[in-house]
C-alpha cells in the first residue's frame, strides 16, 4: 500500500523568510501524482500544487515551488516570501494513475510569525 | 463557479443514531470523494463515486455507505453511530482523474 510520511509535525517561519516543509512516499507505481494541500483553521482543504511523477520540471505556482525527487521518493514544498496567511495545516498527498483516491501524510503545521 | 458544498456544516448525533451528509459537487464535475479526518486516524479515503457508481472504497466497516444522484450530488450515510465515528468528514469533487477540490466538510460529533 501506499505510504506518505511527513516527519515534521511543526514548523515555523519568520514572516516574508522561506520554509521548506518535507514530504517521502512509498510506491511501486512508476507512473502517479502528488500533491500538497493547505488546511487553514476554517479546515477547508485548499490545492496548493500539483505534480505529475512523468514530468521532471519541478512544479511551481508563485510563491510555491515543489522539490520532486522520483528515485529518492522525496517531494518538498518550498514557500518563499511567507505571509501570516500561509500559516495552516499542510498535507502532502499521493494518487495513483487508476484510482481517484488520495493517500494522505500526517501534516505539518506552519507557523508564520511576525 | 461555486465551490463544493457539504450540508450540514455540523452535527450532533447519539449512539445507535444514524447520519445522512449532503455533498454538491462543482458543477461538470462527475466523481466526489469522501474523507474522514479524525486527529488519531488523520485523512482517511472513505469511497468514490462516478457517474452513479461507486468506484472505489476504502477500509471502513459496511455501517459506512454512499450514494450519488444523477446530477452528481452524493450523500453519505453512517448507520448504528459510534463514538469513534466523530470526525470531520470531507468530500471532494474532480473531473475524472484530475485534482481533487474540497468542501468545507460536515463536522460530526456522537455523544
Known amino acids: 500500500a501506499q505510504t506518505v510520511t511527513q516527519s515534521q509535525p511543526e514548523m515555523s517561519v519568520q514572516e516574508a523568510e522561506t520554509v521548506t516543509l518535507s514530504c517521502t512516499y512509498d510506491?511501486?507505481?512508476?507512473?502517479?501524482?502528488l500533491f500538497w494541500y493547505k488546511q487553514p483553521p476554517s479546515r477547508q482543504m485548499i490545492l496548493v500544487i500539483r505534480?505529475?511523477?512523468?514530468?521532471?520540471q519541478n512544479a511551481t505556482e508563485n510563491r510555491f515551488s515543489v522539490n520532486f525527487q522520483k528515485a529518492a521518493k522525496s517531494f518538498s514544498l518550498k514557500i518563499s516570501d511567507s505571509q501570516l496567511g500561509d500559516a495552516a495545516m499542510y498535507f502532502c498527498?499521493?494518487?495513483?494513475?487508476?484510482?481517484?483516491?488520495?493517500?494522505f501524510g500526517t501534516g505539518t503545521r506552519l507557523t508564520v510569525i511576525p | 463557479k461555486a465551490g463544493v458544498t457539504q450540508t450540514p456544516r455540523y452535527l450532533i448525533k447519539t449512539r445507535g443514531q444514524q447520519v445522512t451528509l449532503s455533498c454538491s459537487p462543482i458543477?461538470?464535475?462527475?466523481?466526489v470523494s469522501w474523507y474522514q479526518q479524525t486527529p488519531g486516524q488523520g485523512l482517511q479515503f472513505l469511497f468514490e463515486?462516478?457517474?452513479?457508481?461507486?468506484?472505489n472504497k476504502g477500509n471502513f466497516p459496511g455501517r459506512f455507505s454512499g450514494r450519488q444522484f444523477s446530477n452528481s450530488r452524493s450523500e453519505m450515510n453512517v448507520s448504528t453511530l459510534e463514538l469513534g465515528d466523530s470526525a470531520l468528514y470531507l468530500c471532494?469533487?474532480?473531473?475524472?482523474?484530475?485534482?481533487?477540490?474540497f468542501g468545507p466538510g460536515t463536522r460530526l460529533t456522537v455523544t
Open positions: 510506491t511501486s507505481e512508476s507512473d502517479y501524482y
Open positions: 505534480q505529475e511523477a512523468y514530468k521532471q
Open positions: 458543477s461538470g464535475h462527475r466523481s
Open positions: 463515486y462516478f457517474s452513479e457508481t461507486q468506484r
Open positions: 498527498a499521493y494518487r495513483g494513475t487508476g484510482a481517484n483516491n488520495l493517500f
Open positions: 471532494a469533487s474532480s473531473l475524472d482523474l484530475r485534482e481533487q477540490y
